[in-house]
């Protein structure tokens, strides 16, 4: 991993304000998928909005990267490269993805404004805890005070795997001589576990 202090990009006040404020905005959308089913009509689609505006924060700090050529943000890009091959996607489809499950969220939204029955909003209410369920549910502070946790989900083979063990459980014995991963992975299913049962 290149030096941070030698970064020049990562050293820029101003980067590093987007930087930060882009990480604290995903943390507390994070945060925010998880209640997302108990929200009001009104605060899902502020929620919407938000996410909509991340996803351009996004765009911007990639583009501010790859056009800085620096050598840290190049790693990072290429750990981020790596993760997404592995599991067969890469940026452009995970932006493009971002605008479909918007526009999917908009549309559920709508018919949930349609209907006062309440045998279909519990339906809703349940739709949107599955579709929110595998988000891993992971702040900075716990990244921060576990390396092991940390190193897992910078794992090549994370995003792949993610999605594997929700899909199979029984896969997570696969990766269980991966100490770093096989606990991330478990934090994910623990976390995914618990919203299915809120």
Known sequence: MPNFSQSKLFNSEIFMKEFIDLQQDLQQLIVMMHKFADFDLEGKKIFVDQLEKMGEKMRIIQARIKLSDDELGNWLLRQQNIQMLNASTNWDLVLSG??????????????????????????????????????????????ENDPELLAGS?????MKAVSEVLDNRSALEKYRNNRPLFKFLQRVLQGYAAALAL
């Open 98 to 143: 971002l605008g479909n499950e918007l526009a999917e969220m908009r549309r559920m939204i709508e018919q949930e404004e349609r209907t006062s029955d309440p045998n279909q909003l519990a339906m809703y209410q349940q739709a949107w805890r599955h579709k929110f369920a595998s988000v891993p549910y992971l702040t900075p502070e716990d990244l």
């Open 154 to 158: 910078m794992d090549p083979e994370a």
